[in-house]
C-alpha cells in the first residue's frame, strides 16, 4: 500500500517535471511540423546567430533601414527569441558580406565586408551616405549577454591583415579562428586581381601575415565562401570550384581530394553544406554533405565583377547531394538526391540528429544586379526567382532513398541574403531575404524583415528535463551523470552538443554536432567528456541537450574548453561505468529504428530520387 502510493506520487512528481520542462521553455501545444510567424527583425537578417539562450544577434548590410540608430540607419538588432522585440545596435563598419564565429573565449567575431556605402549601394566617402565605414579589414566583437547592455565592439584598429568580402571563418583546436579567402574589393564574382586567395587568424599567428591557399586561387570565380570544416586530423576541409583538399594550416601543405561530381557549390551556386553529427556509432567520422548548387555549363557564364555571364534567374538549380568522409578515405558519395533543385538552401543540426534544410530557390542563383538590362535577366534586382516555400528534414541514419522528408511549409520567399538558426527549443528562426542593393519595396523581392519559426515533429512532445547538464565541458577527465525518471528512459537516453553557427549566404560556419559516450546504471546515465581531440570540436560556446528517444531537452548555453583561447587541457579519455539495465544495446537500437520506420508514409520514394541524381550526374562545371 504504502510502496504503490509512493509509485503514484513518484509517477506524479516525473510527469510535473515534464510538463514543468515544456511550460517553462516557451513550448505551445499544436506548433510541431509548422511554421509562423512571429515577429520583425528591424534590419533584414542578412547575417543571423544565436548568442544566449533567448538571444539572437541580427546583421544588415548596411543600407536605408526605416530604424536608426545615433543618427543613421541602423544595419544590426538584438533580437528576442521570448517576447519578439529587438534591440537596436550601432555597428558603424559595412557588415556586407562578412563571415562570423564564436572563440574560445566565448566572443563572437564577425569579420570583413565592404566599403562605406549610400543610396543603392553606390560608394560613399567613409563616414558619410548611410554613416558606415569601410568593413573589408573589420574585425567586430561581441560578448552577447540577457540584460540589454552588451554592445558591439567596432573599432578601426582592430583590423585584419587584408581586405576580405565574403570570407569563410572556422574555428580551431585553440579556441582561435581561421579566416578564409574572400575579395579585396566587391563585385559579383572575382578575377585573380580581386580575388584574395589566402588566410590569417585570429588572434594572429605568424606575425599577422595573410598566407596562400592554392584552392582558393585554382577555383577563381568559385572561390567565395569556401565550404570549410576542422577535422579531426587538424587539417582543414576546403571546397570551392569543383576540387576539395585538407588543408594542413601549421605546414601550409595539402591533401588534394576527388573533385565534387555535380554542379558548383559555393556562392553564388550555393548549395547548403553540413558536418554530419560525430557519434560514438560512427566513431566520431566526419562525413561532410552538399546539396544543391548550380550549373551554368562553362566557367565564363559566372562572369565577373559585374555580374554573371548569361541568363541564370529562369534555370533550375540542381537536386545533386554528394557526400564525403575525408580523413575515413574514399571519394564522394552520391545521396538522396532533393526533391526538387535548390540554390541557397541551408542546413540546420537538429538536437535529435536529423538536419533541417530550408531558404533558397529553385530557379537562379545568389546575387542581384542594379542594372534592369543585365543578361543574367534579373527580376527586379534578384539573381534568383522561384522560392522553395517547402522546408526539408534529413535523416543521415535512414536508409538510402528514404533521407528527405516535408516538414512544414511557408508563403514567404527567402531568396538571397536569407539565414537560419536552431534556437534552444529546437525550433529554427527563419529570416532574411534581400536580393537588393538597397532597402526595396518596389520589386517582386522585397527587403524581408518578417521572421518566422519552424518546428521539429517532436516539438510539442513531453521533453526531458536539462536539469543534469554542466555548465562547462572539458577534452577528457571525469565524467558526470544524469538522473532520468525511469531506467527505460535512460536506455534511450544520450548528451549531445550543436554549435549553432553563424548564419550567411547559405552557411552556418562552424555548425556541427557531438554526441557523447554514456553508459547507464538503472535510470541513471554516466556520460563522458568530449574525446580527448579539441579538433573534434573547437573551444567555445555551444548549446547541450539531453535527447530521450529523439526528443531533445531545452537547449543549454554551455562553454566547451577551458573558456581561453590557447591550447586546451587535454585529459585521458572519459572511463564509464559499465552499463547495467534491462534493456540491452541490440533493443535500444530496435526502439531508435521502429521511430524512424514510422515516417516512411511521407518520405520520398526510392525510384524518383534514384531518376534524379542519376540526371545530376551528367551535370559539368
Ligand atoms: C550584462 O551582462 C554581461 C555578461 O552577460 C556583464 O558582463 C555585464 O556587466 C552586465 N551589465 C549590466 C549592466 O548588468
Ligand atoms: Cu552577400
Known amino acids: 500500500m504504502l510502496f504503490s502510493t509512493q509509485m503514484t506520487l513518484l509517477k506524479g512528481a516525473v510527469l510535473g517535471a515534464l510538463l514543468l520542462a515544456s511550460a517553462g521553455s516557451g513550448v505551445s501545444a499544436g506548433k510541431a511540423g509548422t511554421m509562423e510567424v512571429v515577429g520583425n527583425s528591424g534590419v533584414s537578417a542578412q547575417m543571423m546567430f544565436l548568442g544566449t539562450e533567448n538571444k539572437v544577434y541580427i546583421l544588415d548590410k548596411t543600407e536605408n533601414n526605416p530604424i536608426k540608430v545615433n543618427g543613421h540607419p541602423a544595419w544590426a538588432v538584438e533580437y528576442d527569441i521570448n517576447t519578439n522585440r529587438y534591440r537596436t545596435m550601432d555597428v558603424r563598419s559595412n557588415t556586407f558580406c562578412a563571415g562570423g564565429m564564436t572563440l574560445g573565449d566565448g566572443r563572437w567575431l564577425v569579420t570583413g565586408g565592404n566599403k562605406a556605402t549610400t543610396t543603392n549601394g553606390a560608394t560613399a566617402q567613409p563616414g558619410k551616405g548611410y554613416g558606415s565605414y569601410n568593413g573589408g579589414k573589420s574585425l567586430r566583437f561581441l560578448s552577447p549577454c540577457d540584460n540589454g547592455s552588451c554592445q558591439w565592439n567596432d573599432q578601426a584598429s582592430n583590423a585584419l591583415n587584408t581586405e576580405r568580402w565574403y570570407p569563410t571563418v572556422e574555428p580551431l583546436r585553440d579556441g582561435s579562428n581561421i579566416i578564409l579567402g574572400g575579395m579585396r574589393d566587391g563585385g559579383f564574382v572575382p578575377s585573380q586581381g580581386s580575388n584574395n586567395p589566402t588566410y590569417e587568424f585570429y588572434p ?28 579531426s586530423s587538424g587539417e582543414v576541409f576546403v571546397q570551392a570550384g569543383k576540387e576539395a583538399t585538407l588543408w594542413n594550416y601549421a605546414k601550409q601543405s595539402e591533401r588534394g581530394l576527388p573533385n565534387i ?49 548569361m541568363a541564370i534567374t529562369q534555370k533550375p538549380a540542381s537536386t545533386s547531394c554528394e557526400q564525403i568522409s575525408p580523413i575515413a578515405g574514399g571519394g564522394w558519395q552520391a545521396v538522396d538526391a532533393l526533391p526538387q533543385g535548390r540554390s541557397m538552401g541551408q542546413f540546420i543540426q537538429l538536437p535529435d540528429g536529423t538536419l533541417w534544410f530550408g531558404n533558397g530557390v529553385t530557379t537562379g542563383v545568389a546575387g542581384y544586379t542594379t542594372n534592369p538590362n543585365d543578361v543574367g535577366r534579373p527580376v527586379g534586382q534578384s539573381y534568383g526567382d522561384n522560392p522553395s516555400y517547402q522546408p526539408l528534414v534529413y535523416n543521415p541514419k535512414a536508409s538510402m532513398g528514404n533521407r528527405w522528408k516535408r516538414v512544414g511549409s511557408t508563403n514567404i520567399g527567402r531568396l538571397y541574403h536569407s539565414t537560419a538558426t536552431l534556437l534552444p527549443d529546437s525550433s529554427i528562426l527563419v529570416s532574411g531575404s534581400n536580393p537588393n542593393s538597397d532597402v526595396n519595396m518596389n520589386v517582386k523581392w522585397k527587403t524581408e524583415y518578417r521572421v518566422e519559426r519552424w518546428y521539429p515533429e517532436f516539438y510539442d512532445a513531453p521533453r526531458p528535463s536539462n536539469a543534469g547538464l554542466p555548465r562547462s565541458f572539458s577534452y577528457g577527465g571525469p565524467g558526470f551523470t544524469i538522473n532520468l525518471p525511469s531506467a527505460a528512459q535512460a536506455a534511450k537516453a544520450k548528451v549531445v552538443l550543436v554549435r549553432t553557427g553563424f548564419s550567411t549566404h547559405a552557411m552556418n560556419m562552424g555548425q556541427r554536432m557531438i554526441e557523447l559516450k554514456s553508459s547507464r546504471q538503472g535510470s541513471r546515465l554516466s556520460v563522458a567528456q568530449l574525446p580527448p581531440n579539441p579538433n573534434l570540436f573547437a573551444p567555445g560556446p555551444a548549446l547541450a541537450f539531453v535527447v530521450v528517444d529523439g526528443v531533445p531537452s531545452q537547449g543549454k548555453m554551455v562553454m566547451v574548453g577551458n573558456g581561453q583561447i590557447g591550447t586546451q587541457p587535454v585529459g585521458a579519455e572519459t572511463q564509464l561505468p559499465a552499463t547495467n539495465g534491462r534493456r540491452d544495446v541490440e533493443e535500444e537500437r530496435e526502439v531508435v529504428e521502429e521511430r524512424h520506420l514510422s515516417h516512411h508514409d511521407d518520405a520520398l520514394t526510392r525510384s524518383g530520387v534514384h531518376a534524379r541524381s542519376h540526371k545530376t550526374s551528367n551535370e559539368r562545371l
Open 204 to 231: 594572429p599567428k605568424h606575425n599577422g601575415g595573410s598566407r596562400p591557399m592554392g584552392i582558393l586561387q585554382r577555383t577563381v570565380p568559385m572561390s567565395l565562401f569556401p565550404i570549410a570544416y576542422l577535422m
Open 261 to 309: 561530381p555535380g554542379p558548383p557549390r559555393v556562392y553564388p551556386a550555393s548549395g547548403g553544406s553540413a558536418l554530419l553529427p560525430l557519434t560514438p556509432d560512427n566513431n566520431y567520422r566526419e562525413t561532410i554533405l552538399i546539396c544543391g548548387g548550380m550549373s551554368v555549363g562553362k566557367t565564363s557564364n559566372w562572369g565577373n565583377e559585374g555580374g554573371v555571364g
